[in-house]
């Protein structure tokens, strides 16, 4: 019997409604590369989602998404080979012309040392104005999450407004003023302020726990993280000399290193903006003969050179956005 015209990806199974059966999934191992994809003219950025679609579909081990925080289309695969066969697939079958580059790395904000902040959010109109007045301090946390500390005393700040406080801190920690990602590890501790009968409102205090964080967070020393990834290469133990070399060469710490008869595993933690293009490098050093896996591990501190370098793009990119 054979099917078509039918909506379906591989590994699906089709059967008769009497029989309950599912063949047994085959393993799809984890991409090892990803190119960020972009359509090159608005025309053809509907054809690259079709083909997008199709592909993913055909074929498990190729992956797309859509990164949440830079908004680029990622695709991921086997090896560059893989991507540059669906890439010419897209060109050639659906007249799309793309342009592709490194994924974005997810980098973070955290502050290093406590701040206070003493602020008054003061404006008025025509009709009732807005006023609100916070206290506290913005402190580093260890780990690594966000904690608001309500230790308001006397009914400084009324009850009602305490959750307007929060909201308005939390609001700012999608994107910090170094490089516009994300705010980490911060602890925001407010004990003190002042309320006006009429004039203070949710929104006057929304805003000023804004103006306060904004405020405390330049004097609070930021700082830049970068994912850092637990790498692990197999491979003939030939060429365990020339892989020491290319981890320590992507700012890598080698955790450990172990051998079975000529096989040798080597464990490192490497930052995730060095790790671009690792497989290429990989397989021109062992003659393909080794491969690699790559977990997330945790945040660390960017190196100041390069903190620098990302502050200085952020810059310019800013001034091309407000000219």
Do not use: W
């Amino acid at each position: 019997m054979a099917l078509f015209g039918i909506d379906c990806a591989s590994g699906d199974t089709f059967s008769d409604k009497s029989l309950n059966y599912s063949m047994t999934s085959m393993y799809v191992p984890e991409p090892v590369i990803s190119l960020a994809v972009k359509a090159r003219e608005k025309q053809s950025e509907d054809l690259l989602s079709k083909a997008l679609n199709r592909f993913a579909k055909e074929d498990p081990t190729f992956k797309t998404h859509i990164d949440p925080e830079s908004k680029q289309t990622i695709i991921s695969g086997m090896g560059e080979l893989h991507l540059d066969v669906y890439l010419e697939r897209i060109r050639r079958e659906y007249r799309a012309e793309v342009d592709t580059g490194m994924p974005q790395v997810a980098y973070r904000e955290t502050i290093s040392r406590p701040a206070s902040f003493d602020y008054i959010h003061k404006k008025q109109t025509g009709g009732a104005g807005q006023f609100a007045r916070i206290a506290g301090q913005l402190e580093p946390n260890a780990e690594g999450e966000y904690e608001f500390i309500n230790e308001i005393k006397g009914g400084a700040i009324p009850t009602e407004y305490i959750p307007a406080c929060d909201k308005g801190f939390a609001s700012c920690l999608d994107k910090g003023s170094l490089i516009g990602f994300p705010i980490v590890g911060v602890t925001v501790r407010i004990n003190d302020g002042t309320a006006h009968a009429v004039d203070s409102s949710d929104l006057a205090f929304r805003q000023a726990a804004i103006g306060a964080f904004r405020g405390a967070y330049t004097k609070a020393s930021p700082e830049i993280l970068e994912p850092i990834m637990k790498v692990s290469v197999e491979g003939p133990t030939e060429y365990q000399g020339g892989v020491f070399a290319s981890i320590n060469q992507r700012r890598g710490m080698i955790a450990s290193t172990s051998e079975d008869e000529n096989i040798a595993r080597i464990d490192a933690e490497v930052p995730l903006g060095e790790m671009f293009g690792y497989s290429t490098v990989l397989r021109s050093l062992t003659q393909g003969r080794a491969q690699f896996t790559m977990e997330f591990s945790r945040y660390a501190k960017v190196p100041t050179g390069i903190a620098e370098t990302l502050k200085s793009e952020y810059q310019k990119v800013k001034s091309g956005e407000n000219p």
